[in-house]
C-alpha cells in the first residue's frame, strides 16, 4: 500500500483558515486521496475525497497538486469542534479495505 | 438512516468468558468491517466482509470470530481473550468495489470500548 506522511501535530487559532498537509510521493494513478477525521472517544469521520481535482463539501476543501504527490485538506474557519485526528489515506479504486496512517492532531485555540 | 450502529459501548469481561459485539447499519452498504484500536494509535483492520462473505482477514488471532448473518449485521465473538486485546473495536461499513473507477467513503461507528481482566 502506498504510504502517506503527515506532520504529528498542528496548531490552529479558533475562527482562521486550518492548511492541513499530506505527502503521498509513491501514489498511482488510480488511487483516491481519502481524508478521515477522529474526535476524541468517537470513530472516524469521513471528511471528504479526491482523485485528480480539488474538491469542496459542506465541511472542508480538498487541494490536490498537479504532480498527486501531496495535497492539502482546508477547512476555512476552525472551531474548537474540528479539533480532532485528522487522517490522510490512499485507496486504490475497488479497494474493500482503508489502511489508517499516524495521522495529524489538530488542537484549535480559542 | 446514515449510521453505523454498535452495541454495546462498554464491555468488561474476562480472560474465559465469551462474549460478543455487535454491528448494524441500514444503509444499504454490502461492505462491512472491523477495526481495533489502541489508545493514540490508529485504526488497525481486522476483517472485511464483502457481499456477507469474509473477504480479509488480516491475520487475527483465532480467539476473535467474525460474523455476518445478513448484509445489515456484523457480529464479532470474542473467546479466551488476553488483556492486550483492551480495545476500542470499530465496525464501519461502505459500497462494495464495484468494477468501475468508483470509490465510496465509509462510516464508522462509534466503537466498543472493551476491557479483558
Known amino acids: 500500500d502506498a504510504k502517506t506522511t503527515q506532520p504529528n501535530s498542528m496548531e490552529s487559532n479558533e475562527e482562521e483558515p486550518v492548511h492541513l498537509p499530506c505527502n503521498h510521493s509513491?501514489?498511482?494513478?488510480?488511487?483516491?486521496i481519502h481524508w478521515y477525521r477522529q474526535l476524541p472517544s468517537q470513530g472516524p469521520e469521513y471528511v471528504i475525497h479526491?482523485?485528480?481535482s480539488n474538491v469542496n463539501n459542506r465541511m472542508a476543501s480538498l487541494a490536490i497538486a498537479e504532480d498527486r504527490k501531496s495535497s492539502t485538506l482546508i477547512l476555512h474557519r476552525a472551531t474548537l469542534r474540528d479539533a480532532a485526528v485528522y487522517y490522510c489515506?490512499?485507496?486504490?479504486?475497488?479497494?474493500?479495505?482503508?489502511?489508517f496512517g499516524t495521522g495529524t492532531r489538530l488542537t484549535v485555540i480559542p | 438512516d446514515t449510521e453505523v450502529t454498535q452495541t454495546p459501548k462498554h464491555l468488561v469481561m474476562g480472560m474465559t468468558n465469551k462474549k460478543s459485539l455487535k454491528c448494524e447499519q441500514h444503509?444499504?452498504?454490502?461492505?462491512m468491517y472491523w477495526y481495533k484500536q489502541k489508545a493514540k494509535k490508529p485504526p488497525e483492520l481486522m476483517f472485511v466482509?464483502?457481499?456477507?462473505?469474509?473477504?480479509i482477514n488480516e491475520s487475527v488471532p483465532s480467539r476473535f470470530s467474525p460474523e455476518c448473518p445478513n448484509s445489515s449485521l456484523l457480529n464479532l465473538h470474542l473467546h479466551a481473550l488476553q488483556p492486550e486485546d483492551s480495545a476500542l473495536y470499530l465496525c464501519?461499513?461502505?459500497?462494495?468495489?464495484?468494477?468501475?473507477?468508483?470509490?465510496?467513503?465509509?462510516?464508522f461507528g462509534s466503537g466498543t470500548r472493551l476491557t479483558v481482566v
Open positions: 464501519a461499513s461502505s459500497q462494495a468495489p464495484g468494477r468501475g473507477p468508483s470509490n465510496y467513503g465509509y462510516t
Open positions: 509513491t501514489i498511482s494513478g488510480t488511487d483516491y
Open positions: 479526491g482523485l485528480t
Open positions: 489515506i490512499l485507496n486504490p479504486p475497488g479497494a474493500n479495505n482503508l489502511f
Open positions: 444503509m444499504g452498504h454490502r461492505a
Open positions: 466482509y464483502s457481499y456477507e462473505k469474509l473477504s
